[in-house]
Structure formats: C-alpha cells, structure tokens
C-alpha cells in the first residue's frame, strides 16, 4: 500500500507565500513523476506543476515564475513553494506521484489527500 501525506494549506493574503510537502510513504520501489494538482470552486482539476525523478519541470502558465516545483527522491517527497500569491489561486491543491511498487507489476496513480488553499484579497 501508498500513502501520500500532504503538508496543511491555509489561508494567506494576496502577495504571500505558502509551500506545500507532500511525502509518498509505503512499498516503494521507485517513484518516477510527481506533481501537483489543484481545482478551484466550481472548476475541473487543473495541473500545476510536474517534476520528473531526474528534476525535470513544467508548470501550468499561470503559475510560472510564482510557484517552485521541487523533490527530495531520498524521503519520496515533492514540493511546491507558492509565491505572490492571488486570490485565483484559492484551490484545493493535490499531490500526485507515478509509483512503482516492491513486488507488484505495473505502475500506481497514487493521490494524497487534498489541502486546502485560500488566498484573500
């Protein structure tokens, strides 16, 4: 079994900053993308961030150059640091990791929970 834990949101003025953890625990082999979801009231699930297990990067355009996307492969864990955040931005935000586990063929879409981000104007 995996778990992904995710760090707690919060609620943070326009113009702040928030990161998030998100830690993938369990029968782990590898673990080859991670990424960050998010999806506002009323919106679908959108893409935020991704980062490929050799650092790769790609961000959804309306949070390049505001939001870092980042891992740690050793603790399993990814990371997104919100800056100048705007009120859009309010969402719930889910980290998502392509895993594969000891012992089991094939590959894992696993999810953690979702936080919870409110950003007031």
């Known amino acids: 079994q995996v778990q992904l834990v995710v760090s707690a949101g919060g609620l943070v003025q326009s113009g702040w900053s928030l990161r998030l953890s998100c830690t993938a625990s369990g029968s782990i082999r590898s673990i080859n993308d991670m990424g960050w979801y998010r999806q506002a009231p009323g919106k679908q699930l959108e893409l935020v961030a991704r980062?490929?297990?050799?650092?790769?990067?790609n961000y959804a355009d309306s949070v390049k150059g505001r939001f870092t996307i980042s891992r740690d492969n050793p603790k399993n864990s990814v990371y997104l640091q919100m800056s100048s955040l705007k009120p859009e931005d309010t969402a719930v935000y889910y980290c998502?990791?392509?895993?594969?586990?000891?012992?089991?063929?094939?590959?894992?879409?696993?999810w953690g929970q979702g936080t919870l981000v409110t950003v007031s104007s």
């Open positions: 980062i490929t297990s050799g650092g790769i990067t």
């Open positions: 998502n990791a392509d895993v594969r586990r000891r012992n089991v063929v094939g590959r894992l879409d696993a």
